[in-house]
C-alpha cells in the first residue's frame, strides 16, 4: 500500500534575521487536516509559514508539500498552495471580480471554472453588492474577505493563512470559519496562525505551539491538556509560553 | 492652558508635523541621516549659485525706472515663479486633506475647530512660503552679490508669492470639494497643479514657435509686439517687478496683499475646513468608481499580469496627471512639427531631445510602478510564475505604454523627416529601456501610495535615471546635428549606465 504523502512536511527548518526567528523546526501536517499553529508574537510563526508559502528562502532545512520539494520546485508546490496574510494586500484599483480574475489568471485556471468559482465565493463571504465596485473603499473586513476569496479561487489543496481573523467583524469571521471548514470537510488541508485561541480550540485538529522559534508542544487539545495537565487552552498556552520564554531569557 | 497658549502649542505640532515630513522625504525615513540630509540640502544651495548666476546673473545691475521690455520679462519670470509655487502650494493642500491621520483625535478634543484649523491654514501657507525661500534664495543671493542690497527687497516679493499661492490653492482644493466632491478632487487637483505649473512655460513657448519659429520663450516676452500691448509702467501689473527692485510702497504693498488674502481666505473657510477635512479622509475613495460587468477573459499568466498592469496604470491618477503633464511639454515641439511642414526649418531638431527626454522620464515613473509599487507582493510571490517571467513581463509593459505614447508623435515626424524620426524612435527606446533598468537594479518593494517618495528613497537611482534621460536626448540631438558628438555623448551616457549598475544593490 502507497503511504499517505504529508500535506506538509518541514524538516530542520531555520531563518536567522538579527537573531534566530525560526531554529531547526519539524513541523507535519496530515491532508484533510486543519492545523492551527499558536506562539506569542515574534515566536517564528510567521516567518515559518511565510517561508512554506515560498515568499522567504530558509537558510536551512527542506519544505515538502504533498511530496513536493517547495524549495527545489517552488512553482509546482506554489500551483496547489494559496497564502493570505494577515495585511490584506489587494489592489485598490481593482474590484473584487477583477481582483479574482487576476489571481485565476495567475494560477492559470480556465475562466469557465474561475468565474462561477469567483462569484460563489464572493457571494457566500457577502461581497455580491460590492462585486463591481472598486477596493479602494473597502473596510479591512471587507479587503481580508476579498483576499481570502482570492486565495480560494484557484481551488488550492493546501491553504496558508496568517492571522486571517484579524479584524473582521463577528459576522465576517463567521463567514470565514464556515467557509474554511468548509474546505476541510471537502479534503483541503489548513494551516492558521492565531492570537484567538477559542478558534483554534473549537475548529483545529492539531495544534502547535511555537517559541522562539520552536514547536514546543504539539497534539490535538485532548492530547494537549493530557500532556499539559491544564484545562483550558489557554493556561496551557501561557504554561508552555511562559517557561519557553524564561527558558530563553535564561 | 488659554486658548492663545493652546494655539501657539498646536502651532509649534503642525510645524514640527511639516518638518519631519519633510526631513523624512530627504532622508528617505532612515533615521541618523539628519545631519548629512541638512549638509546635503546646504551643499546643494550652494551648488545652485552657479546655474543661477547663469541665468540671472545679467540682471543683477537693472536699476529703476526699466523700460517696457524688462519689465514684461521680470514681470512674467515672478509669474511664473508664483505659478510653480501656487502648483505646489495645491499638492501640499490636497496631501493635508487627505493624508493626514489626527482628524478624529482633534475633533475628539475640547479645542475649538475654526482656530485649530486657521492654525493649518497658516501652517500650510509657511511651509509653502519656507519652499518659495528656499528655491529662491541662489537667484536673489546671485542678485544681491551682483546688483546690491536693493536685491534684498525680492525676499518679500517670495514671501508675498509663498502666501498668495497657499491662500489661492485653499480657496481652490475647498472649491474643487464643493464642486466635484471629495473623490474626483484628489485626481483634479493634480492635474490642475500639474497644467498650471506647466501651463504658462507652454503657452509662452507655443506663442514663441508661431510668431517667431523658435522654442525661445524669451523671444516673445521682449518683443516689440508685447512692449506694445503692455500696459503703462505706472500700471499696478508691474508692482511686484518694481518690488523686487528695491522700491518700498509696491513691496509692502504686495506684502500686504498677500497677508490681507490668506487672512480672508482663513476667515472665509476655517469654519468649513473641518467639514472638508472630515468628508477628505472618510471618503477620499468612495465606492463611486464601478467597473462595468464582463465575462472572465482566458488567457496565460503572464497576459493576465499584463492585464493587470495596464488596468492599474490605466487607473492610476499620478500617471493621469504625469501623462498629462508631459503631453503638454510635448505640445510645443508637436505645434513646431506641425509649423515646420509649411516652413521648413532647422528648429524642428529641438524635437527629439524634447521626446526623448519625456520618454525616459515617464519610463522611470511607469517602472517604478510597475516593478517597485506592487501592492500585492505576497500574492505575486506566492504565485505559480517564476520571478524572471514576472519581470519580463512587467518591463514589457512599461515598453509597450512608452511606444503607445510616443509612436503617434514618431509617425508624424516620419512625413517631416525619415532619418529625424528613426533617431527619435531610438532614442525614445534606448531612454525608457535605460530608465527602466535603473529602476530595475534599485527595486525595493513599496506601495503605489509611496510613488511620492520613490525619488528619496534611492538618490542615486533618481540622479541616474535624470542623466541617462538627458544624455540620450543629448545624444539623439547630436545625432541629428553633430554625429561625432553622439558619438561621445552616447558613450558618456553609457559609461553612466554601466556605473550605475556596478554600485546598485541588485548586482549584489
Known amino acids: 500500500m502507497k503511504p499517505v504523502e504529508s500535506a506538509l512536511q518541514v524538516r530542520g527548518l531555520t531563518k536567522r534575521f538579527d537573531r534566530l526567528a525560526v531554529d531547526a523546526l519539524d513541523l507535519t501536517v496530515q491532508p484533510g487536516e486543519f492545523y492551527a499553529l499558536l506562539g506569542p508574537n515574534g515566536a517564528g510563526k510567521s516567518t515559518t509559514l511565510r517561508m512554506v508559502a515560498g515568499l522567504l528562502r530558509p537558510d536551512a532545512g527542506t519544505v515538502g508539500v504533498f511530496g513536493i520539494d517547495a524549495l527545489a520546485n517552488p512553482l509546482a508546490a506554489k500551483r496547489i498552495m494559496a497564502w493570505v496574510s494577515d495585511e490584506p494586500m489587494i489592489y485598490d484599483k481593482l474590484t473584487p471580480l477583477e481582483y479574482l480574475e487576476f489571481v485565476a489568471g495567475l494560477w492559470a485556471i480556465d475562466p469557465a471554472i474561475s468565474e462561477p468559482a469567483a462569484h460563489e465565493l464572493l457571494f457566500s463571504l457577502g461581497l455580491q453588492p460590492h462585486l463591481y465596485e472598486r477596493c479602494e473603499g473597502f473596510s479591512k473586513g471587507m479587503r481580508q474577505k476579498v483576499a481570502l476569496a482570492g486565495a480560494l479561487v484557484h481551488d488550492p489543496r493546501l491553504i496558508i493563512l496568517d492571522e486571517p481573523l484579524t479584524g473582521l467583524d463577528a459576522v465576517s469571521a463567521r463567514h470565514v470559519k464556515g467557509l474554511l471548514g468548509d474546505r476541510v470537510r471537502a479534503g483541503c488541508t489548513v494551516i492558521m496562525t492565531t492570537h484567538i485561541l477559542e478558534v483554534a480550540e473549537r475548529m483545529a485538529d492539531r495544534i502547535g505551539v511555537i517559541a522562539a522559534g520552536r514547536l514546543v508542544a504539539e497534539g490535538t487539545l485532548a492530547e494537549l491538556r493530557q500532556q499539559n495537565g491544564h484545562h483550558s487552552l489557554e493556561d496551557m498556552f501561557i504554561a508552555l509560553v511562559g517557561a519557553e520564554t524564561e527558558t530563553a531569557a535564561a | ?508
Do not use: C
Open chain 2, 1 to 508: 492652558m488659554n486658548s492663545t497658549t493652546a494655539l501657539a502649542w498646536f502651532a509649534r505640532h503642525e510645524l514640527r508635523l511639516a518638518w519631519r515630513e519633510w526631513l523624512a522625504i530627504m532622508t528617505a525615513g532612515r533615521r541618523g541621516r539628519k545631519r548629512a540630509a541638512l549638509i546635503a540640502v546646504i551643499v546643494f544651495a550652494a551648488i545652485m549659485h552657479l546655474p543661477a548666476y547663469a541665468v540671472i546673473g545679467r540682471f543683477a545691475t537693472l536699476e529703476l525706472p526699466l523700460d517696457r521690455s524688462a519689465l514684461i520679462v521680470m514681470t512674467a519670470a515672478i509669474f511664473l515663479a508664483w505659478a510653480l509655487m501656487l502648483s505646489q502650494a495645491i499638492e501640499s493642500v490636497t496631501r493635508v486633506f487627505y493624508a493626514r491621520a489626527d482628524l478624529d483625535l482633534i475633533m475628539s478634543s475640547p479645542a475649538r475647530l475654526a482656530d485649530v484649523f486657521s492654525v493649518r491654514l497658516v501652517s500650510i501657507a509657511l511651509s509653502v512660503t519656507a519652499m518659495a525661500l528656499l528655491l529662491s534664495t541662489p537667484f536673489v543671493d546671485v542678485l544681491v552679490i551682483g546688483g546690491g542690497l536693493r536685491w534684498l527687497a525680492a525676499y518679500g516679493v517670495v514671501v508675498a508669492i509663498g502666501l498668495s499661492a497657499a491662500a489661492i490653492a485653499i480657496a481652490l482644493t475647498v472649491l474643487l470639494f464643493r464642486l466635484i466632491g471629495p473623490s474626483r478632487t484628489r485626481l483634479v487637483a493634480q492635474i490642475v497643479a500639474a497644467v498650471i505649473g506647466a501651463g504658462f512655460v507652454i503657452a509662452l513657448q507655443i506663442a514663441a514657435i508661431m510668431s517667431y519659429g523658435t522654442l525661445s520663450r524669451f523671444t516673445v516676452l521682449s518683443s516689440d509686439a508685447a512692449a506694445a500691448f503692455a500696459p503703462e509702467p505706472a500700471s499696478l501689473v508691474w508692482w511686484p517687478a518694481r518690488a523686487a527692485l528695491g522700491e518700498i510702497e509696491p513691496l509692502l504693498v504686495i506684502m500686504a496683499g498677500a497677508l490681507v488674502l490668506l487672512g480672508l481666505v482663513m476667515t472665509i473657510l476655517s469654519p468649513r475646513f473641518a467639514d472638508v477635512a472630515v468628508r477628505a479622509s472618510t471618503n477620499a475613495a468612495p465606492n463611486d468608481q464601478r467597473s462595468p460587468a464582463r465575462a472572465f477573459r482566458a488567457g496565460s499568466q503572464r497576459q493576465a499580469l499584463r492585464r493587470k498592469e495596464f488596468v492599474l496604470l490605466r487607473r492610476d491618477p499620478w500617471l493621469v496627471s504625469q501623462s498629462l503633464m508631459q503631453l503638454l511639454y510635448l505640445v510645443p515641439p508637436a505645434v513646431m512639427l506641425w509649423r515646420s511642414f509649411a516652413d521648413s526649418t532647422l528648429a524642428i531638431v529641438l524635437i527629439t531631445p524634447v521626446v526623448v527626454m519625456a520618454a525616459g522620464q515617464l519610463a522611470g515613473g511607469l517602472a517604478w510602478l510597475t516593478i517597485s509599487g506592487e501592492d500585492a507582493a505576497d500574492l505575486v510571490t506566492s504565485a505559480p510564475l517564476s520571478p524572471s517571467r514576472m519581470i519580463r513581463t512587467k518591463i514589457e509593459v512599461v515598453l509597450i505604454a512608452i511606444g503607445l505614447m510616443f509612436a503617434p508623435l514618431i509617425f508624424a515626424l516620419l512625413f517631416a523627416s525619415l532619418p529625424q524620426a528613426v533617431v527619435t524612435a531610438l532614442g525614445v527606446i534606448v531612454a525608457a529601456a535605460s530608465a527602466t533598468a535603473i529602476q530595475l537594479w534599485f527595486r525595493v518593494q513599496a506601495r503605489r501610495s509611496q510613488f511620492r517618495r520613490r525619488q528619496t528613497s534611492s538618490r542615486l537611482a533618481t540622479f541616474a535615471e535624470a542623466f541617462s534621460s538627458i544624455g540620450w536626448a543629448a545624444t539623439g540631438a547630436l545625432a541629428l546635428a553633430l554625429p561625432i558628438g553622439a558619438l561621445i555623448t552616447g558613450l558618456i551616457t553609457a559609461a553612466i549606465l554601466a556605473a550605475t549598475w556596478k554600485i546598485s544593490p541588485q548586482r549584489e
